[in-house]
């Protein structure tokens, strides 16, 4: 079953910068659309940044210019690079996989709505 695996989380001052990774494992076949979302404590699970398998970028507008959202295909694997960070940046961020095609032995399958563990980012003084 495919696996999404997040990495890079950790504490950073306001503007200071961090790197995040999402490693899809499994024996992919192709990802549609990657993205990452985040979550805060009180607040809905807010759409980050998203990528397609052609490389069309989305982002939401309070971090447009800030962050960049990019992905290697090869490795299956999606970046988030945030830059200048604020306090309000702080949350858990997920990455997610809208469908994934795999193989299993001889046969192909489809995996929809994949979800990470998530990787906590704090921005603090």
């Known amino acids: 079953q495919v696996q999404l695996v997040e990495s890079g989380g950790g504490l950073v001052q306001p503007g200071g910068s961090l790197r995040l990774s999402c490693a899809a494992s499994?024996?992919?076949?192709?990802?549609?659309?990657m993205g990452w979302y985040r979550h805060t404590p009180g607040k809905q699970r807010e759409l980050v940044a998203t990528?397609?398998?052609?490389?069309?970028?989305n982002y939401v507008d309070s971090v447009k210019g800030r962050f960049s959202i990019s992905r290697d295909n090869a490795k299956n694997t999606v970046y988030l690079q945030m830059n200048s960070l604020k306090p309000e940046d702080t949350a858990v961020y997920l990455c997610?996989?809208?469908?994934?095609?795999?193989?299993?032995?001889?046969?192909?399958?489809?995996?929809?709505?994949?979800w990470g563990q998530g990787t906590l980012v704090t921005v603090s003084s």
């Open positions: 499994g024996s992919i076949f192709s990802i549609n659309v």
């Open positions: 997610h996989a809208d469908e994934v095609v795999a193989s299993q032995g001889k046969n192909y399958y489809r995996d929809f709505d994949i």
């Open positions: 990528i397609s398998s052609g490389g069309r970028t």
